[in-house]
């Protein structure tokens, strides 16, 4: 954000790449070559500039304003104002980016800076009323970060009381900071459904869906089946709608279009048509994995009312949001024949 030179690390994606990804796309098993064992390259992925504080990921560090209709000096003179005329944002800045090492990263260091990259991409919000999109990234890569530090036991006990002792600090001054993965997931998933609805970077169906899917990807993660459902079908009826209008200007006799917007047409035919594909697995799997969810949730229940006759125990399920098809599994009722 200012003109000061610094030195910044990122591993060298040829030499450390991951090789899956999970349900919401996080980056997972990572391999590293000769030389790069043991580091861990999303610790690396948000760069700090020790002159004036500045934070964002790797991708927008050097052009963070890229496609937004705002001068830089307009923002960097708001960041500069604040920093002189409200005692917050100094608290925020300085417990997020003071003693932040440019080199070697930990967990603690690393999640501090994914948190201030947050904080300005919020900032840059408040002014510009285009950024939703960023804002919901960034708030999943912060949820990443808690995730990865949680599956090292041996760090997060080390890190845990660090973070509270953060978050006593930072909340009074920015009470949405996210502190754990739910809290950052979730408020991915709000803000990209916010961007849906008002971003101007979101200009075709297309958007529209990839954005529903990742929505509806978090709330798998987070075990939310039925709002990953109702995300995953909104993804489906919006990507069919717009490639069934597609398909109907492509076949019209009486088209004016060119032959490069023909081609684009169909390219964005094939994409929409890739879209549905990955939609519907992911609505199967958030129907099986509902069933499984709530066969566990179910078998817990029963174990409560044992003593209860078959017909209270299903009612007692349908009272706690059993489905039907799961009750029915565990507690079939009996066929009775033509005369009873």
């Known amino acids: ?3 000061f030179s610094s030195f910044q690390v990122r591993l060298n994606p040829r030499r450390c790449w991951n090789q899956d990804l999970a349900i919401d796309l996080q980056p997972r098993n990572f391999r590293c070559l000769s030389g790069l064992e043991g580091y861990h390259p999303p610790l690396y992925d948000v760069w700090f500039c020790p002159a004036c504080q500045f934070a964002a990921d790797h991708r927008q560090f050097s052009n963070p304003l890229e496609g937004m209709f705002i001068r830089a000096d307009m923002v960097s003179g708001h960041i500069r104002e604040l920093r002189q005329r409200n005692p917050g944002f100094r608290t925020v800045i300085e417990a997020l980016g003071t003693d932040t090492d440019l080199g070697i990263q930990d967990f603690f260091r690393s999640i501090r800076l994914h948190l201030l990259s947050l904080f300005y991409v919020e900032l840059i919000e408040a002014l510009v009323k285009q950024n939703i999109v960023d804002m919901g990234r960034a708030s999943l ?3 990443w970060i808690y995730r990865d530090l949680a599956e090292r036991p041996d760090q997060a006990s080390a890190v845990q009381p660090l973070l509270k002792n953060l978050a006593h600090t930072i909340h009074p001054h920015w009470p949405t900071a996210p502190f754990d993965e739910p809290s950052a997931l979730r408020q991915a998933s709000s803000r990209y459904m916010q961007s849906i609805e008002k971003s101007r970077l979101i200009t075709d169906a297309s958007d529209r869906v990839q954005l529903l899917q990742i929505v509806g990807r978090i709330h798998l993660r987070i075990k939310e089946y039925e709002k990953a459902a109702e995300n995953l079908r909104a993804a489906l009826a919006s990507a069919r709608e717009a490639r ?3 398909d109907q200007e492509l076949k019209a006799k009486d088209s004016d279009d060119t032959a ?3 081609a684009q047409k169909v390219s964005e035919v094939r994409r929409l048509t890739t879209l549905i594909d990955e939609a519907d697995r992911l609505v199967e799997l958030a129907q099986e994995e509902r069933l499984k969810n709530d066969t566990v949730k179910a078998k817990a229940l029963l174990a409560q009312v044992r003593s209860r006759s078959p017909e209270q125990q299903r009612a007692f399920l ?6 039907p098809r799961v009750i029915s599994a565990l ?3 009996e066929k ?4 009873g």
């Not at 349908?318 to 489905?323: D, F, L």
């Not at 009775?336 to 005369?339: D, T």
């Open 336 to 339: 009775r024949g033509m005369f």
């Open 318 to 323: 349908r009272e706690n949001g059993i489905t």
């Open 1 to 3: 954000m200012c003109s």
């Open 141 to 143: 890569r912060v949820g």
């Open 331 to 333: 507690l079939p009722e």
């Open 244 to 246: 069934s209008r597609l």
């Open 260 to 262: 490069d917007q023909r």
